[in-house]
T-cell receptor, first 110, second 118 residues
Framework: RKEVEQDPGPFNVPEGATVAFNCTYSNSASQSFFWYRQDCRKEPKLLMSVYSSGNEDGRFTAQLNRASQYISLLIRDSKLSDSATYLCVVGYTGGFKTIFGAGTRLFVKA | DAMVIQNPRYQVTQFGKPVTLSCSQTLNHNVMYWYQQKSSQAPKLLFHYYDKDFNNEADTPDNFQSRRPNTSFCFLDIRSPGLGDAAMYLC?????????????????FGPGTRLLVL
């Protein structure tokens, strides 16, 4: 079993749709959680850090469920520019070990 | 602008010919990372430096080495590249703030170096 697993993609949605991604992690020692966005052939860029209380940034909402060891990302009112790969990232206690999920590809269509 | 710079952006090498990839940062971050990312796969952490303290991932092949001569620069050396080493190599940096306890800070990535092995 992979340490960080994400929904298999791709997700194909029309503009304006709401789409949700899930990510599960296996190590309960995980302390830090992030969503990164990666465009084709580009570097990952931080989308959101995920806090225990959940957090929202405009159209994006992230949730953390420690008991079930999963993280979610909700995108409302999808835009064409949201088309990208979304990477779930988990950081571990006591060091800088960082595990990336394989990513979920999102295609937003006009 | 403060940033993470990687050179070269594209590198072609021959099977078995040593190659060095470089990364520099103007963010003054004390942690630097090297990742390998193959097509349609997750970035895989190879190693990181916390200041001058080198931390190798257990499954990183010995073929991969790294140097960090100062805060700003970090190098990835591939001693004998094989065909399976063709990938995007990403450098990233982050701060460490002891007051945050175990929490990690955001990583800032460079644009990557795409390595092709012939």
């Amino acid at each position: 079993r992979k340490e960080v697993e994400q929904d298999p993609g791709p997700f194909n949605v029309p503009e304006g749709a709401t789409v949700a991604f899930n990510c599960t992690y296996s190590n309960s020692a995980s302390q830090s959680f992030f969503w990164y966005r990666q465009d084709c052939r580009k570097e990952p860029k931080l989308l959101m850090s995920v806090y225990s209380s959940g957090n929202e940034d405009g159209r994006f909402t992230a949730q953390l469920n420690r008991a079930s060891q999963y993280i979610s990302l909700l995108i409302r009112d999808s835009k064409l520019s949201d088309s990208a790969t979304y990477l779930c990232v988990v950081g571990y206690t006591g060091g800088f070990k960082t595990i990336f999920g394989a990513g979920t590809r999102l295609f937003v269509k006009a | 602008d403060a940033m993470v710079i990687q050179n070269p952006r594209y590198q072609v090498t021959q099977f078995g010919k040593p190659v060095t990839l470089s990364c520099s940062q103007t963010l003054n971050h004390n942690v630097m990372y090297w990742y390998q990312q193959k097509s349609s796969q997750a970035p895989k952490l190879l190693f990181h430096y916390y200041d001058k303290d080198f931390n190798n991932e257990a499954d990183t092949p010995d073929n991969f080495q790294s140097r960090r001569p100062n805060t700003s620069f970090c190098f990835l050396d591939i001693r004998s590249p094989g065909l399976g080493d063709a990938a995007m190599y990403l450098c990233a940096t982050s701060r460490d703030n002891p007051s945050w306890g175990a929490l990690q800070e955001t990583q800032y990535f460079g644009p990557g170096t795409r390595l092709l092995v012939l």
